[in-house]
């Protein structure tokens, strides 16, 4: 980067968190560090509610998930809006009603300590996994900036973000998130404008939306049926509903955002706000990577995108095969970019007939390209033992890094990065607040001051931080980012949805019942998500909430036949 892009970088990223410590300042209690004093308005509540579910990972990953797999994606978000609705109608009305710091100090009073013991513990390995997750993504950034080993910039990131959380707590947090979903939608809205800009002159937004539609990357609705795809309008609608239903009304990173809010209506018009933004957010961030897509019809694209891979294999044995690869794709760029000029002649004549021809030939052609971007990919993992070669995540930065103009590069690269640690500030902040209030204030220490929970509540979060910095070191493995924090929610969300549900509507089932179902359900979904052609992911939150619901119902019914016979 530039001298230019340093400081825009380094005076965005500054400003906003010396205004966030300084606001901050004065925490002096377990429900100011935790809660913010629950006196945030309802904007702050929701922009915050935005801020923690828009990580790194969003802006990284989402635009190479549709350089690749078209904007299919979107349909994930699809029940958002109506899981917004019953969270308001029945999750925010009991949590306030009961002044709770966390969703699952309800559950103690309504079954028994084990099952709260339980559903804590199951969102803190799912949460604490997925964090570290989260602090991968920037180290990408700097890695690939700094052209340095991806463990020195994990170990610095997740540094910078542990000590920013450790001072501040959920009132720095929240503070700061409010100017980063500004800042993060201006950088959005001119990222987007010049991928547009640094198209050819002849080529419009609706030119390059026609070139990606024929290849197959407009899908942003699929109505077919099939347990297997990962996103369709019914994944998403149902099996979306069911992990944003347990997304936002069980896990705390979440819960710990909204019960900040001065009261119920300013809680429920926060989380509003975020249903009807979420899902056009999302729209326009893989838009973005259509429109990246688009333009690397225009200009030869790298076979593999990520810099420091590249790099390495250069000084390896596969050197020659890889370079072999490369002089075969640019031959076939050129090739396709002839293709794509013709269409885009086809398509100002509208000649349909050539148009269809053309398209045919440009599917064909991306399909090889393809190909050999993948043998490229097998021989990055050959030189690299134990990674995953998808470099869907480089992508977008490879594309600004290389294409956007000095200042511009500064500020997304900051937006990312705000984005980082905004979200994994709020994961720390309720991993922190789940150990203390369900385990240490109740097992450990229950009647100490304020000023000792305080303590604890930042050793916890140094602690928690720390085990997220090594979990980020294994997260090269997992392939696309955006993918694998969802797949990794969806192996628990199920289960712990269920609790809840069995706790609203099911009165008459008790906690003995509700535990077993627990852990029989929790062991039959890891079990399905292992076998060799699983269902898709989005499934599993609802076979999860629904079987452990059966299973509860049953367990009580043999329980009190049990409890009947003489």
């Given amino acids: 980067m530039s001298v230019t892009d340093w400081c825009v970088l380094l005076i965005t990223l500054l400003s906003i968190v010396v205004y966030g410590v300084w606001k901050s300042r004065g925490t002096k209690n377990i429900e100011g560090y935790l809660l913010a004093d629950r006196q945030l308005p309802w904007y702050q509540v929701g922009l915050s509610v935005m801020a923690t579910q828009a990580s790194a990972i969003t802006f990284l990953s989402a635009p190479g998930q549709a350089y690749g797999d078209g904007m299919r994606f979107v349909q994930f978000y699809f029940g958002l809006p109506l899981a917004m609705i019953v ?23 309504r079954f028994d300590n084990k099952t709260r013991s339980l559903t804590a513990f199951l969102f803190l390995l799912q949460r604490g996994l997925s964090t570290g997750i989260t602090i991968y993504a920037p180290a990408i950034i700097l890695s690939t900036i700094l052209g340095v080993g991806i463990t020195y910039t994990t170990l610095l990131m997740g540094g910078l973000v542990i000590l920013y959380t450790v001072y501040g707590g959920t009132k720095a947090v929240s503070y700061t998130q409010m100017f980063q979903m500004a800042v993060i939608f201006s950088g959005l809205f001119f990222a987007g404008y010049m991928v547009v800009h640094l198209l050819p002159e002849e080529v419009g937004f609706t030119d390059a939306l026609h070139i990606a539609g024929k290849m197959g990357k407009m899908n942003a609705l699929d109505t077919t049926f099939d347990w297997n795809n990962r996103y369709n309008i019914w994944s998403g609608l149902i099996g979306g509903l069911f992990l944003q239903l347990s997304y936002f009304g069980t896990d705390q ?19 509003i706000m975020n249903g009807l933004l979420k899902i056009p957010m999302q729209f326009l961030i893989l838009l973005i990577g259509i429109l990246v897509f688009a333009f690397y019809q225009f200009h030869t694209p790298p076979v593999y995108f990520n810099k420091v891979e590249v790099a390495s294999i250069q ?14 794709y640019d031959v076939l760029q050129q090739g396709k970019r002839k293709q794509v000029d013709a269409y885009i002649a086809a398509l100002h004549q509208q000649d349909k007939a050539q148009q269809q021809w053309l398209g045919v030939q440009l599917k064909q052609a991306d399909a090889q390209s393809e190909a050999i971007r993948t043998s490229a990919a097998e021989l990055i993992k050959k030189n ?24 511009l590069v500064g500020l997304l690269i900051a937006i990312i990065f705000l984005a980082a640690m905004g979200s994994t500030a709020s994961g720390l902040n309720s991993l922190a607040s789940t150990t203390i209030v369900d385990f240490y204030k109740r097992f450990h220490k229950k009647l100490e001051n304020e000023a ?12 928690w931080g720390l085990f997220c910095v090594v979990v980020a070191f294994f997260a090269s493995r ?77 367990f009580q019914f043999c329980f009190v036949r049990s409890a009947k016979k003489p």
Avoid at 253 to 271: D, F, H, N, P, W
Avoid at 384 to 407: C, E, I, Q
Wanted: overall charge neutral; glycine content about 6%.
């Fill in 315 to 328: 000084n390896s044995t596969y050197r020659n095969e890889y370079n072999a690869l490369q002089e075969q």
């Fill in 478 to 554: 997992v392939g696309n980012l955006i993918e694998a924090v969802n797949i990794l929610g969806s192996l628990f969300y199920g289960t712990i949805l269920g609790i809840f549900l069995v706790a609203f509507w099911m009165k008459k089932v008790k906690g003995t019942a509700v535990f077993y179902a627990a852990l029989l359900t929790e062991v039959i979904v890891i079990v399905i998500s292992l076998q060799e052609h699983p269902i898709a992911f989005l499934w599993l939150n609802v076979i999860g909430c629904l079987l452990l619901m059966l299973l509860a119902a049953c």
């Fill in 87 to 109: 969270i308001c109608i029945a999750f925010i009305p009991v949590f306030s009603r009961m002044n709770v710091y966390t969703a699952y100090e309800y559950l103690e009073q």
């Fill in 253 to 271: 990173s979440q819960v710990g955002r909204y019960l900040t809010g001065k009261s119920v209506a300013e809680s429920r018009i926060g989380l």
């Fill in 452 to 463: 000792h929970y305080l303590s604890a509540s930042r050793w916890a979060t140094i602690l």
């Fill in 384 to 407: 690299t033992a134990n990674k995953d070669a998808n470099d869907r995540d480089y992508v977008f930065l490879s594309f600004v890094m290389d294409h956007l103009p000095v200042g």
